[in-house]
């Protein structure tokens, strides 16, 4: 089976020159396919080769390869053209000026077309003339080295590729991954047309240009390689006269060329650390034209002031990853002073700054950065009113998005309780369609959805308050009577409790009212109630002989005072009351229907006699004794209490006092009682009596 393993950067490249010398043998590493034109012998012109198999050298090549893997191996020769190729195979493990008889060699007649080398199905080790050109295959072991020598009987110029197949492999430093890591990275970029070498940017043409900065790149962290660098391909292949020093390139050569060669850090003399591998580019004028640049910044909220973000102006369109250093002026550019450190959050003004542009390749340029200010939003501040809560009148639920700040369409807005909140982006208010606040402010940010710049609209909330009646109050009627509820003029709207939609209500008996008075989109609940008016009392009544004296409390003043409910008189004072039942009416004010009582007048007794004879000897009021809390006082002219009569003496006095008769002489005495009544009204009758004891 052919295996090809790429270990050239130019595998079908055409070496037009001898490499004929067993000490200077060509490394093969790897099972890539050679090609080849020899053009002559080395220092020595060896003849006889292979016993026999090989004349002397005429166009001849040596190699020299070792067995990375055990197993069979077999290789093809294929001219170009017309030629006759003979080879030999030396080994293993042999040295140059001993290499003793080959262990293969054959060769391939002069007719055009035919094919020598190792394969499978030959039996015998060499081939000799009339032969078809092909000898056994070799079994090998890893670690063996072998030389191969190959010269063109022809001695023309028609080269060869040479092939490896067979299931053993030759070692390689490039292809095994312990000693090689990581890819090699060709330099420079591909050329448009891939088959030219790749390209690697100068700035100016001709430049000076140290290739050692390609070094690092190529070998890509690969440990124990080296790199050199050729004018041409011979010298690469052979690591002659490689280029040590900086030297002056242009973009018209058409190529230069590098060679990168292993060296085992334990064993100098490994004959891998002989493998080459190649490359070529070629250089490419990458000179700059930086684009002078326009950028528009955001004059939030009119301030003339705007955070430019630099680093998007697009000033080298062909070269993103270029580095750009900004700068406030030419004058710095230059000297490279005052840099801005912070590009992408420059604030500014209208005004200029520079950039000098620098490509991976040291390519620079200056481009001239305008800034200018977009226009700003335009809002006008506005004004909401919203009705007040009944539950807490001093706020209000507003709807913030009826608020016409701006006329202009794309735009976002958003609301927050402060200016410091709307500038900074934070609080916003989360749900502006029932924001509940008191008389105050808030703030919408007004934001164009694509630029992203905003101005600030101040948006003043104002509670309406209820509207109340001046007009409409409470009342106080009689109890028996009705009135009329006014609300008084000036509401859009009326609608009262007792579903009338007038501004007045009449026909209204005591109760609790309410109306609802509409002011614009707003409405006011009051609340009036028609109390009935307190009704007098007749707190207590003192009768003096026929003069009766009516006391009133409660209601309200002035009192009107009747013995018949007919005739009235504003005295509380009766004279000439007859004695027995008698009425007494009060009404106060509010001319109510009155209040009344029965007032009794006792009859006089003003003489006892206690000598018992049955006639006056004792005072008695027992005709009173329905009455509660009868008393009946006697007391001497000095205001001592000398006798009383209650229900245990029948409410009777005999003139006595702790059973003795009192003396001859003027007494007095009251009679008190509640009358039968729901008030209980007190009476109080007072009078005098002469008692006269016989001594």
């Known amino acids: ?29 790897g099972n890539s396919a050679i090609s080849y034109t020899p053009s002559g012998f080395g220092s020595v012109q060896e003849n006889p080769l292979g016993g026999g198999c090989l004349s002397s050298e005429h166009y001849s090549v040596w190699y ?25 195979v030396f080994g293993p493990n042999k040295a140059c000026g001993s290499l003793g008889t080959p ?70 430093p490039f292809s095994d991954p312990a000693v090689q890591p990581n890819p090699f990275i060709a330099p420079g970029v591909p050329a448009a047309n891939p088959a030219n070498p790749r390209e690697v940017t100068i700035c100016t043409d001709p430049a000076i240009f140290d290739f050692t900065t390609l070094s690092a790149g190529i070998l890509n962290n690969n440990p124990n390689f080296t790199i050199t660098y050729h004018t041409t391909q011979n010298d690469a292949l052979t690591g002659a006269a490689p280029i040590t020093t900086p030297i002056s390139v242009n973009s018209t050569t058409p190529e230069y060329f590098y060679r990168i060669t292993y060296t085992d850090p334990t064993n100098p003399n490994n004959p891998i650390n002989r493998c080459t591998q190649t490359g070529n580019f070629k250089f490419k004028l990458g000179n ?10 955001c004059n939030n909220n009119g301030t003339s002031i705007a955070t430019f973000d630099l680093t998007s102006a697009n000033v080298l369109p062909s070269d993103p990853s270029a580095i750009k250093k900004y700068y406030p002026t030419m004058a710095d550019l230059v000297a490279g002073t005052n840099e801005i450190l912070n590009p992408a959050q420059y604030v500014s003004s209208t005004g200029k700054v520079y950039v000098n542009v620098i490509t991976a390749q040291g390519c620079n340029d200056s481009a001239e950065i305008t800034l200018n200010l977009r226009p700003v939003i335009v809002v006008t501040d506005a004004t909401l009113r919203s009705c007040f809560i009944d539950t807490n009148p001093a706020t209000a639920s507003f709807n913030l998005t009826l608020a016409t700040v701006t006329a202009e369409s794309g735009i976002i ?14 609080n916003a208010i989360p749900d502006p369609t029932t924001y509940i606040a008191p ?65 007045t209500i009449s026909n209204v008996t005591v109760g609790t009212y309410w109306v609802d008075l509409k002011t614009g989109t707003c409405i006011t609940r009051q609340n009036v109630k028609v109390y009935p008016s307190e009704q007098p009392v007749i707190g207590s009544i003192d009768i003096q002989n026929n003069t009766v004296t009516v006391y009133t409390v409660g209601g309200t003043a002035p009192y009107k005072y009747s013995m018949d409910g007919i005739n009235w008189q504003d005295s509380n004072i009766f004279t000439n009351v007859p004695r027995g039942d008698n009425t007494v009416y009060v009404k106060d004010d509010y001319d109510c229907d009155p ?24 005072i008695d009021y027992s005709a009173l004794a329905s009455k509660k809390n009868l008393v009946l006082s006697i ?47 007190p009476f109080k009758f007072s009078g005098w009596v002469m008692v006269k004891n016989r001594e």
């Open 635 to 681: 007391y001497d002219r000095y205001g001592v209490k000398v006798g009383q009569a209650d229900k245990l003496t029948g409410y009777k006095w005999d003139g006595t006092t702790g059973g003795k008769k009192v003396p001859t002489g003027t007494y007095w005495y009251s009679v008190e009682w509640n009358e039968n009544n729901k008030k209980n009204t």
């Open 595 to 618: 209040i009344d009582v029965t007032v009794v007048v006792p009859n006089l007794v003003n003489v006892i006699t206690p000598n018992g004879d049955g006639v006056n000897d004792v």
């Open 413 to 426: 807005k958003t609301y927050y309780p402060s200016l410091t909140d709307a500038l900074n982006g934070t």
């Open 439 to 503: 008389n105050g402010v808030v703030f919408v940010k007004v934001t164009n959805a694509t630029t992203q710049c905003y101005s600030i609209a101040k948006v003043t909330l104002i509670v309406l308050p209820p509207v109340y009646s001046n007009v409409l109050e409470d009342k106080i009627i009689c109890i028996e009577d009705t009135t009329t509820l006014d609300a008084g003029p000036g509401f859009s709207g009326y609608t009262w409790s007792t579903g009338a939609t007038t501004q």
């Open 288 to 297: 700059i034209t930086a684009l002078d640049v326009t950028l528009l910044g």
């Open 103 to 172: 262990l293969r060699c054959s060769y391939a007649s002069t007719a055009s077309g035919i094919l020598t080398g190792l394969n499978t199905t030959a039996t015998d080790l060499t081939e000799g003339a009339g032969g078809d050109g092909f000898v056994k295959y070799m079994d090998v072991v890893a670690g063996e080295t072998y030389y191969l020598i190959i010269d063109n009987f022809s001695a023309n110029t028609n080269g060869f590729v040479l092939s490896w197949g067979g299931s053993a492999t030759l070692a390689s």
């Open 64 to 88: 020299t390869f070792t067995i990375a893997t055990s197993g069979t191996l077999t290789f093809l020769i294929t001219p170009n053209a017309q030629a006759d190729y003979d080879w030999a």
């Open 1 to 29: 089976m052919k295996k090809t393993l790429l270990i050239f950067l130019s595998i079908m490249a055409q070496f037009f020159y001898s490499q004929s010398d067993c000490t200077s043998a060509l490394a093969v590493c």
